[in-house]
């Protein structure tokens, strides 16, 4: 990722809009800010939720609150809880995220 074009600033979370966005169970509320090409987001997954499809975007994830399972294709299944963070690249390892209790994360991609 190249970030170019881009002032310092800050973000005020508490006054970015909200978007809800459904998965095959659950739901999910997503906060995003574009700078250029790059899309920075809180998220909060409510209890129980499993995305409706397989990602295949990259993403530098956080997770602040909560615990988040991501499932690869290939069976793998990683666990974070606050403090942990993963890593992936656009068209690496095709993944999916599900919490049983909800988690609240913080999105790079």
Same mark, same amino acid.
């Given at each position: 990722m190249k970030m170019n074009g881009i002032p310092f600033g800050t973000t005020d979370w508490s006054g970015v809009p909200?978007?809800?966005?459904?998965g095959e169970r659950g739901f999910a509320i997503w906060q995003t800010r574009h700078f250029g090409k790059v899309r920075v987001r809180m998220v909060e997954y409510s $209890?129980?939720?499993l995305a409706d499809h397989w990602c295949v975007k990259g993403?530098?994830?956080?997770?602040?609150?909560g615990e988040l399972a991501t499932e690869l294709a290939d069976g793998r299944v990683f666990v974070l809880k606050p403090g942990m963070s993963y890593q992936?690249?656009?068209?690496a390892? $095709?993944?999916r995220s599900s919490t049983s209790g909800g988690a609240k994360l913080f999105i790079v991609d």
């Open positions: 909200k978007a809800r966005h459904e $209890p129980g939720y993403h530098i994830l956080l997770c602040l609150e992936v690249a656009d068209d390892e $095709p993944h």
